[in-house]
């Protein structure tokens, strides 16, 4: 049995603290799959529609909700139980007219913000670094683990606005100053404001970057912990309304 739980199991009082789920109520959780998403930055499928939507009692019925073909993540049916749901991902349930995003609470834990239908054609990738390659194309690493190749110029930082499931570059957000940033880590996570400043070092200190609230509170914060959602205005649906 340890063997078992090793493999598919994950004590809860050792899942990630962006799991929103009690650690105490059972001793077991499931463990994701290895997938486009870290275990720190993911949620398996399972624990969404048990834990956090409650659409199942309990497991058994979670699998068979999952088995049946009716959830969608990036458009795309997905049958694992197990399968990684990270940051920006967009969760569909149609029979339930139900859609959500995946996006970061103030307390850095994973939550599934509800979103209108037209919001979930789309979602937003970071670009984390690029490459050329054979034939002078360029590939683009994005932030959930999909790879774009790419003829036009685009910057480590960058945010593409992508269609899915059709992986359609539709827009591109820059990575500078004036648009509006997602803090993804750190103390200021799930904090939102405008870029103000982008302090570039040439030694071992990392980047940093300054935002500005909506209340005209500054804060300084790590260049990696950012994620642009918007230019004049966020692209995507908030919690709160912002």
């Keep these: 049995m340890a063997k078992m739980g090793s493999r598919k199991h994950l004590k809860r009082f050792k899942s990630p603290k962006t799991w929103p789920i009690h650690t105490k109520e059972d001793k077991w959780t499931v463990k994701p799959s290895p997938g486009p998403h870290s275990i720190e930055n993911s949620l398996p499928l399972l624990i969404i529609i048990r834990d956090i939507l409650k659409l ?41 007219e139900e859609t959500y995003r995946v996006l970061p609470d103030e307390k850095g834990r994973l939550v599934l913000h509800p979103i209108p239908k037209e919001n979930s054609e789309f979602k937003l990738c970071k670009i984390e670094d690029k490459t050329i390659i054979k034939g002078g194309k360029t590939q683009l690493n994005l932030h959930d683990g999909r790879n774009c190749l790419v003829d036009d110029k685009f910057s480590a930082g960058d945010v593409l606005v992508l269609k899915v499931p059709e992986q359609e570059i539709t827009e591109t957000i820059n990575f500078e100053n004036g648009t509006i940033g997602l803090v993804t880590g750190g103390k200021h996570i799930g904090e939102i404001g405008r870029i103000k400043e982008i302090n570039i070092t040439k030694s071992s200190m990392p980047n940093t970057v300054v935002i500005e609230t909506d209340d005209k509170k500054s804060f300084q914060t790590l260049k990696d912990y950012v994620f642009v959602i918007g230019k004049e205005e966020p692209a995507i649906s908030l919690p709160g309304g912002k």
């Excluded at 999952?66 to 049916?77: A, C, E, F, S």
């Design 56 to 96: 199942a009692d309990n497991s058994r019925e979670a699998k068979r909700i999952i088995n049946t073909g009716k959830i969608l993540v990036d458009g795309r049916i997905r049958k694992d139980y197990k399968f990684p749901v990270g940051f920006m991902d967009v969760v569909e349930i149609p029979d339930a």
